[in-house]
């Protein structure tokens, strides 16, 4: 009888390994994406409800002075060179935040912190000669946010604005909002 000789080999080859690993990094890969995609769109959503709900209290604001406001005007000079009388408050937009500036207060106020993008143009107040017996002045708000892609717009109308001193139809538009209120 003749003896059998077995050849006993101990441990992988080369090849076997590098297609171990090979496997291993493809479903590490897939397995890492997806945990990753849904917190990135998480982190993302979060980012946009957060610009959403500034923008919403910017108008919020915006519409409550001036629903009451007998006049607004739109202009680019900057809040901080803006002198007020008694009767005005300014609004104005300037290095990606919101500020307010009172006749009593010289420093403007932060209402909030938008990035806004650098080619919109955020107010614009348009009178209009409204059928008799009195012309309406409206105030339209443009907030452009580019990352996340958030737009709002809202038109307010000036309730109190029968009593203006210029009612020929007009429309200027900056970035700074100046609002003559009740006495």
């Known amino acids: 009888m003749s003896k059998l000789i077995f050849s006993r080999k101990d441990g992988f080859t080369l090849i076997e390994l590098l297609i ?3 496997i291993l990094g493809v479903v590490f890969a897939i397995i890492s994406m997806l945990f990753y995609l849904p917190i990135k769109n998480a982190q993302f959503t979060q980012q946009e409800y957060t610009t959403f709900e500034e923008m919403r209290k910017v108008l919020e604001i915006l519409r409550k002075e001036l629903t009451l406001a007998e006049d607004a005007n739109a202009t680019t000079t ?4 803006i002198t007020l009388t008694a009767t005005e408050l300014a ?10 500036k009172t006749s009593t207060n010289s420093t403007p106020t932060l209402i909030a912190e938008i990035n806004l993008s650098s080619t919109s143009t955020v107010f614009f107040v348009e009178t209009i000669n ?3 017996p009195k012309p309406k002045k409206y105030v339209k708000v443009t907030l452009i946010h580019e990352n996340p892609s958030v737009k709002l717009e809202a038109t307010i109308n000036l309730l109190n604005s029968f009593r203006l001193n210029n ?5 200027t538009s900056g970035n700074t909002l100046i609002v003559t209120k009740n006495e």
């Open 20 to 22: 171990v690993l090979i």
């Open 78 to 81: 900057s809040i901080q060179e």
């Open 91 to 100: 609004f104005g937009y300037e290095n990606g935040a919101f500020y307010v």
């Open 130 to 132: 409204s059928p008799p």
């Open 167 to 171: 009612p020929s139809t007009a429309t």
